[in-house]
């Protein structure tokens, strides 16, 4: 057993990395901590941070890889191969695969087959799952059971909440200890906050605890269980919607903030990339690189050592192709801005104390462009992660082979024709991707009205 | 204004040639001459003279960027690179790899493709703005908060749900309308009504915010009080002065897709059905067909430049503050 | 006007406003009799404007009126419904604003906009209403008025658009005018015309104004009555005579004690000369036509020849867009000159009498570094002078830093901060903080302190005044007077307004398109003016300015 460390995984841990630092940061200066506070305070914020936070961790879990030897022993070594902490975890999906569709919480197949049984007759009939539910006796009820299985979760549940809370208390009491009497900052809304982790925190446990016993989400064609889908899906969603502004980030703040301050000739050369760039469609430009990636991928298959690595280089691709198509509005955006600051006094006061460019860019341009920044970034993350879908789609996302939601959605769109419909791969694409695009569109909506004093209320 | 629209026609050149600098870049790199020739003579018997004289006869055979054995300014005419854009600057496409003509091809398809997205981006506005100015006279009740509240969950949803989900009810529960397909004339309304009402309706909830938010910095502008002082109703307040003003913020956003009408919706078309230009881009990425593919970036480009000169030519009859010169 | 019978147009009774519970006006109670201009004035925060506001029933939706009682002609305001408050608004009652540029729809024709006033009200439209904008466009003094009326906003001079606004509010005659400083935002030799111009239309028309302002020459020239407002509240009010020569309320009598010019010229001593302007030009190019061939250039600063003498104050006056301001940035490098010369002289080495001379438009940026910290500047606007994201040490130590002024130990530099804020009247311990804690006042002394601590020789004052109210501008002028007794400073101080010279100016130079139209000792320019544009700048400043003058 050894760590594999794929490149998207090194990128997504040095992004966590940089968010650590960036909340430390924020903890020292005072003018950031009480913007954070505010944006927290709105209940709809914090239950959406904890939901982003509960798919960031899911993530994280997703992009740490170990490399399982071959054991010797024939019976272990199916297992040989690459597998994330979050396939580990969730290993008893993996290894009950059936054979086609089957539904939620189905006990036998979708459609019928044919049989032969031992006279040779033929039948059509719904054969038994082989994992499915198969722990029942005959006849009892699926519902009865699932009550009996949602117990042990809750109590667990419960549990954990208890221990957080205590945790909390104690914390809250020793701060509470130090914060000043005459202090009356609105309390964050903590209620909504261990709601909302109760929720996420039960269902996830009790899904979990049933998995063992039903296909929670059913089975797609190939018998793969839906749950273990949309979980790994989560981290190409995620990945893309954060790994790509860590690509564009770098290109449009020194693009925008040169075209802006530098002005002449820079601007010129600035100006005139981002148009030439901004002109091509967006899907098509992004289309031709992929193709182009493809055409270099097969033609060197031996750089890759395994299937994960050439998926993920290819995700990787994506998320850069984003990145070098998805800059310009940015970019556009800190250039209007520093034209704009670089007017204001305060600057012509640092050139009057002949401070150079780098100076007044770090000192005085920068710091007041962050917040701009900060918007731009919480509301490209559910734009991305909807592209995501669509590009996969159009045969220019992720490897078919990654686990993602728009493959999933790819894929339900042929299960839709049939009769009867398959709709549980839809609907759990569906379910995942709205709840992480609806929270973030929610938090980015409250990171604006906070950030950005200019927006009307 | 004539010297206005000429400067922007110029300066539009430098920008193609860009674009066309970045395609050409792009599939050099992995579609060479060499294996086109393969690929046309097919992969059994060939020499390297035949791909020789494969590349003489198609042009093929002249150096990428430079070509240092020619004179003058021929050193940089005579090459592949401008060989291939001064083609491109004629709308001159060319074949494509299964060898059909790309030009034909593209002035065939572009009136389906129109067929859905014109009327998909008029009927959109109108809505768009209708709902936004509504919800602006109700701005800060609750009716304002909950329609806000539906709109983020709208713009939440990908585009691809609306469309499986409105050929299941429609189509294929309710058989309102054809699940896909296309026709000329009036009889291919029956096939458009779907796409049409997705396409309107997956856009209302960005939209709806948008010119919400327009609306609203506008109303906080001073001249507002102005009317308002001036015993102004309400809605002659919001219909006579905030959505003109409004509409020079819309417009930035708004003119600049009008050309790119033309080149339809890669998803849409694709799931009805419909033969147009989006639906031939998206078979030509499916196929890895990089004729088609550079042919449409580049017919992109234009339109989207087109655009942008329209958006300014527009401002002048919008704001009379713009003068062009 | 007086032998009309007095009747009560506006009675406020009692009005009390608050948001979130914190009271912002508090029973403000006075009444507007028929044909009165009646002053409402108070500094900024006062709120002066939230009352006119509340008359219109034009408050913002947080604000809520707690108690009291607004009548108009005897119909009490409150209890409308909205409907019909909009048929009193513009017709009974109209307003104009401060800012005539921005309270205008910039996309609408400015006839039209009147225009509308006559199809809501009074139903008139088409030609009639087009005859009814024309004349009314005539009596406020629109110059070709059937032209005008096709025209739109931004093609007007900023008092044209201020007529514009009250041949608007004129329109259906109402009985009461409300005007909300609606000459703050113009050049002084303007504000004359417009003042003249609402008491012209009063005295036609018999109408009531309610007048707020902050300046107390305006008041003098316009008010019958007056009030003083200060924090919600109305401290004093009388007739205007009686309020000029008794002020009661020891706020009010600050307010005037700041608002009357000092009675005395500062004596001219000859000292050497600091800075020497040579024939200043700085000229913009205008760019046209299809390859953008530069056709023209926009004359900011036309030849201008000054002398900056040490110790002393310049005060370098002149009306929006004489390039004033241009000239304070062109000697600070911060626009490029055209041509001439900046010279500074500077001690030679070593202490020695030999002076060097420098010209700054002739060194690189790197050249001029070194001088950087003998010019320095203090800018108008305290909200946009200050980077909101550093804390107050951070703004003055910037300077000390990069012109390596005083020890370079951070220490050190704290204690020179604390002594700086002290000097500026601030407390040490304000260095911590950002500043959006501060007021407007606080902040002008905060530039002054990060200007300060690079020791200049001259400081460029570029209108540090005019964003200040009356009391703090008196303030902040007295500390500028202090710190040059002290140290020596020589000031160039940029300014539109005339009533400050006496106080701060050994001499004046008047500033016109571009150019210097007369230039001399304070007193000589300001008792004898030669130039016909002194003559007319002088002659438009309000009676209490004039009156006062030694």
């Given at each position: 057993m050894s760590f594999v460390w794929l490149w998207t995984d090194l990128m997504v841990w040095s992004l966590l990395f940089v968010i650590l630092a960036g909340i430390r940061s924020i903890k020292h200066s005072e003018q950031a901590r009480k913007q954070w506070r505010s944006i927290f305070e709105s209940p709809i914020a914090m239950a959406s941070a904890v939901i982003l936070t509960f798919y960031f961790v899911f993530a994280l879990l997703g992009s740490v890889h170990i490399q399982l030897a071959s054991s010797g022993d024939s019976s272990l070594d199916k297992r040989h191969g690459v597998y994330s902490v979050l396939d580990l975890s969730l290993m008893h999906l993996i290894e009950q695969t059936e054979r086609t569709y089957s539904a939620p919480f189905a006990t036998h197949e979708y459609s019928t087959s044919l049989n032969f049984d031992e006279n040779g007759q033929v039948s059509q009939s719904y054969l038994a799952l082989k994992y499915g539910g198969q722990h029942l006796t005959k006849g009892a009820s699926i519902w009865l059971d699932v009550l009996k299985k949602t117990g042990l979760p809750l109590l667990l549940t419960f549990g954990i909440m208890a221990l957080l809370l205590l945790l909390h208390g104690l914390f809250r009491f020793r701060t509470a200890a130090l914060r000043d009497i005459n202090n009356k900052a609105k309390t964050l809304p903590w209620?909504?906050?261990?709601?909302?982790?109760?929720?996420?925190?039960?269902?996830?446990?009790?899904?979990?605890?049933?998995?063992?016993?039903?296909?929670?989400?059913?089975?797609?064609?190939?018998?793969?269980?839906?749950?273990?889908?949309?979980?790994?899906?989560?981290?190409?969603?995620?990945?893309?919607?954060?790994l790509t502004t860590l690509v564009m980030l770098p290109l449009a703040l020194i693009l925008g903030i040169s075209a802006g301050y530098f002005k002449g000739w820079v601007d010129d050369v600035i100006q005139y990339i981002y148009t030439t760039l901004n002109s091509i469609p967006g899907v098509l430009l992004i289309a031709a690189a992929v193709l182009v990636m493809q055409v270099i991928i097969t033609n060197n298959s031996d750089w890759f050592g395994s299937t994960e690595e050439r998926a993920d280089l290819r995700l990787l691709f994506l998320i850069f192709i984003l990145g070098l198509t998805s800059w310009t509005g940015l970019c556009r955006l800190l250039r209007a801005e520093t034209l704009k600051i670089s007017q204001v006094e305060y600057v012509s006061a640092a050139k009057a104390f002949g401070l150079g460019p780098f100076k007044i860019i770090k000192n005085h341009i920068l710091p007041n462009l962050m917040h701009l920044v900060l918007i731009a970034l919480v509301l490209d993350f559910s734009g991305l992660v909807l592209a995501e879908a669509v590009l996969s789609y159009v045969g220019v996302g992720v490897d078919p082979t990654t686990a993602s939601w728009g493959n999933m959605i790819n894929q339900a769109r042929l299960e839709m024709a049939r009769e009867p419909m398959v709709w549980w791969s839809l609907f759990s694409a569906f379910v995942f991707m709205f709840t992480l695009v609806l929270s973030a569109n929610l938090f980015s909506d409250r990171v604006q009205t906070v950030l950005d004093p200019r927006r009307v209320h | 204004m004539f010297a206005y629209i000429m400067r922007r026609v110029l300066f539009?050149?430098?920008?193609?040639?860009?674009?066309?600098?970045?395609?050409?870049?792009?599939?050099?790199?992995?579609?060479?001459?060499?294996?086109?020739?393969?690929?046309?003579?097919?992969?059994?018997?060939?020499?390297?003279?035949?791909?020789?004289?494969?590349?003489?006869?198609?042009?093929?055979?002249?150096?990428?960027?430079?070509?240092?054995?020619?004179?003058?300014?021929?050193?940089?005419?005579?090459?592949?690179?401008?060989?291939?854009?001064?083609?491109?600057?004629?709308?001159?496409?060319?074949?494509?790899?299964?060898?059909?003509?790309?030009?034909?091809?593209?002035?065939?398809?572009?009136?389906?493709?129109?067929?859905?997205?014109?009327?998909?981006?008029?009927?959109?506005?109108?809505?768009?703005?209708?709902?936004?100015?509504?919800?602006?006279?109700?701005?800060?009740?609750?009716?304002?908060?909950?329609?806000?509240?539906?709109?983020?969950?709208?713009?939440?949803?990908?585009?691809?749900?609306?469309i499986i989900a409105g050929q299941v009810l429609f189509s294929k529960v309710w058989h309102w309308v054809p699940i896909s397909g296309y026709t000329e004339g009036w009889e291919g309304f029956k096939f458009l009504i779907l796409p049409i009402f997705i396409g309107v309706f997956s856009g209302i909830g960005a939209g709806m915010r948008w010119y919400r938010s327009i609306f609203l910095e506008e109303m906080n502008k001073d001249y507002i009080r102005t009317a308002r002082a001036k015993g102004l109703s309400d809605l002659k307040v919001l219909f006579g002065h905030v959505l003109q003003n409004g509409m020079l913020p819309i417009l930035t956003g708004v003119v600049v897709v009008i050309p790119t009408l033309f080149m339809g919706s890669l998803i849409m078309e694709s799931f009805f059905g419909i033969p147009g230009l989006g639906s031939y881009t998206l078979d030509a990425i499916n196929a890895q067909d990089f004729g088609i593919v550079k042919a449409m970036v580049f017919l992109g480009s234009v339109l989207y430049i087109i655009g942008l000169i329209l958006t300014d030519i527009s401002y002048t009859l919008f704001d009379p503050r713009v003068k062009l010169a | 006007m007086m032998a009309q019978a007095l009747s009560t147009v506006l009675n406020i009774k009692n009005l009390s406003i608050s948001v979130n519970d914190s009271p912002l006006i508090k029973d403000v109670s006075f009444s507007i009799e028929s044909g009165e201009i009646f002053a409402l004035v108070g500094e900024s925060g006062s709120g002066k404007s939230l009352t006119s506001l509340a008359i219109m029933r034009l408050l913002p939706e947080a604000l809520q009126v707690t108690a009291g009682q607004i009548s108009l002609n005897q119909t009490d305001l409150f209890t409308l419904p909205e409907y019909q408050m909009q048929k009193i608004r513009g017709k009974q009652v109209a307003m104009i604003f401060q800012e005539p540029m921005t309270s205008l729809n910039p996309v609408m024709k400015v006839g039209e906009q009147v225009a509308e006033v006559l199809r809501v009200h009074l139903k008139i439209r088409g030609k009639l209403a087009r005859q009814k904008v024309v004349s009314l466009f005539e009596e406020v003094g629109l110059p070709q008025a059937n032209d005008r009326y096709d025209w739109f906003p931004h093609q007007l001079s900023g008092g044209q658009m201020q007529r514009v606004m009250i041949a608007m509010a004129l329109a259906c005659e109402p009985d009461l005018l409300i005007a909300d400083e609606p000459t703050t935002a113009l050049d002084v030799t303007i504000q004359a015309q417009v003042l003249e111009l609402l008491k012209t239309i009063r005295d036609r028309r018999g109408l009531s104004i309610l007048f707020i302002t902050h300046d107390m020459g305006v008041v003098n020239e316009m008010a019958d009555r007056v009030a003083v407002m200060k924090q919600g509240e109305i401290v004093e009010q009388a007739d205007k005579e009686h309020f000029f020569s008794h002020p009661q309320h020891p706020y009010t009598q600050q307010l005037l004690a700041d608002a009357i010019p000092k009675q005395s010229f500062k004596p001219i001593i000859d000292t050497k000369s600091l800075l020497q302007i040579n024939d200043l030009k700085v000229h913009f190019p205008v760019k046209k036509g299809l390859f953008q061939r530069t056709v023209g250039y926009v004359k900011a600063v036309n030849g201008v020849t000054l002398t900056i003498k040490?110790?002393?104050?310049?005060?370098?006056?002149?009306?929006?867009?004489?390039?004033?301001?241009?000239?304070?940035?062109?000697?600070?490098?911060?626009?490029?000159?055209?041509?001439?010369?900046?010279?500074?002289?500077?001690?030679?080495?070593?202490?020695?009498?030999?002076?060097?001379?420098?010209?700054?438009?002739?060194?690189?940026?790197?050249?001029?570094?070194?001088?950087?910290?003998?010019?320095?500047?203090?800018?108008?606007?305290?909200?946009?002078?200050?980077?909101?994201?550093?804390?107050?040490?951070?703004?003055?130590?910037?300077?000390?830093?990069?012109?390596?002024?005083?020890?370079?130990?951070?220490?050190?530099?704290?204690?020179?901060?604390?002594?700086?804020?002290?000097?500026?009247?601030?407390?040490?311990?304000?260095?911590?903080?950002?500043?959006?804690?501060?007021?407007?006042?606080?902040?002008?002394?905060?530039?002054?302190?990060?200007?300060?601590?690079?020791?200049?020789?001259?400081?460029?004052?570029?209108?540090?005044?005019?964003?200040?109210?009356?009391?703090?501008?008196?303030?902040?002028?007295?500390?500028?007077?202090?710190?040059?007794?002290?140290?020596?400073?020589?000031?160039?101080?940029?300014?539109?307004?005339?009533?400050?010279?006496?106080?701060?100016?050994?001499?004046?130079?008047?500033?016109k398109e571009g150019r210097i139209v007369e230039q001399g000792s304070v007193e000589q320019v300001m008792r004898f003016p030669k130039h016909e544009y002194t003559q007319a700048l002088l002659n438009s400043a309000p009676k209490l300015l004039r009156q006062t003058m030694p």
């Open positions: 209620k909504t906050a261990y709601i909302s982790v109760f929720s996420l925190l039960f269902l996830f446990i009790w899904f979990y605890h049933l998995s063992h016993f039903y296909h929670v989400l059913g089975t797609d064609k190939v018998g793969q269980d839906v749950l273990l889908q949309s979980i790994k899906s989560i981290r190409t969603g995620v990945l893309i919607g954060l | 539009a050149l430098p920008i193609l040639i860009g674009v066309n600098f970045i395609t050409f870049a792009l599939f050099f790199m992995v579609n060479t001459p060499e294996d086109m020739a393969r690929a046309q003579l097919g992969a059994k018997q060939t020499t390297p003279e035949m791909i020789q004289s494969w590349k003489v006869d198609h042009g093929y055979d002249k150096p990428l960027f430079f070509n240092a054995d020619a004179p003058g300014l021929a050193k940089v005419q005579d090459t592949l690179f401008v060989q291939e854009s001064m083609k491109l600057f004629v709308f001159d496409f060319g074949q494509s790899d299964s060898g059909r003509q790309i030009t034909a091809d593209v002035y065939e398809r572009m009136w389906p493709s129109l067929a859905i997205a014109l009327p998909t981006f008029v009927i959109g506005l109108v809505t768009n703005i209708a709902l936004a100015l509504l919800i602006v006279l109700f701005r800060g009740s609750a009716l304002d908060t909950a329609t806000m509240m539906v709109a983020v969950a709208i713009m939440s949803i990908s585009g691809l749900f609306y | 040490k110790g002393q104050t310049l005060a370098l006056v002149g009306e929006s867009g004489s390039g004033k301001s241009t000239i304070g940035q062109a000697i600070l490098k911060l626009v490029n000159s055209t041509s001439g010369s900046v010279n500074f002289s500077s001690p030679g080495e070593g202490g020695s009498n030999i002076e060097s001379i420098v010209d700054f438009t002739a060194l690189t940026e790197k050249q001029m570094k070194p001088f950087r910290k003998k010019v320095q500047v203090i800018f108008q606007d305290p909200f946009s002078a200050l980077n909101p994201r550093m804390t107050i040490s951070e703004i003055i130590r910037e300077g000390m830093n990069s012109l390596q002024v005083g020890s370079p130990n951070k220490k050190d530099q704290d204690a020179r901060i604390e002594e700086l804020l002290e000097q500026v009247g601030l407390l040490a311990e304000h260095k911590y903080r950002f500043p959006h804690e501060f007021s407007g006042g606080q902040r002008q002394r905060i530039g002054i302190a990060r200007a300060l601590a690079v020791e200049p020789e001259l400081i460029i004052c570029d209108e540090p005044t005019s964003a200040l109210d009356v009391t703090v501008r008196a303030q902040v002028l007295n500390l500028l007077e202090e710190l040059q007794q002290k140290y020596q400073l020589s000031f160039l101080f940029i300014t539109h307004d005339l009533s400050i010279i006496p106080a701060i100016a050994h001499e004046v130079a008047v500033m």
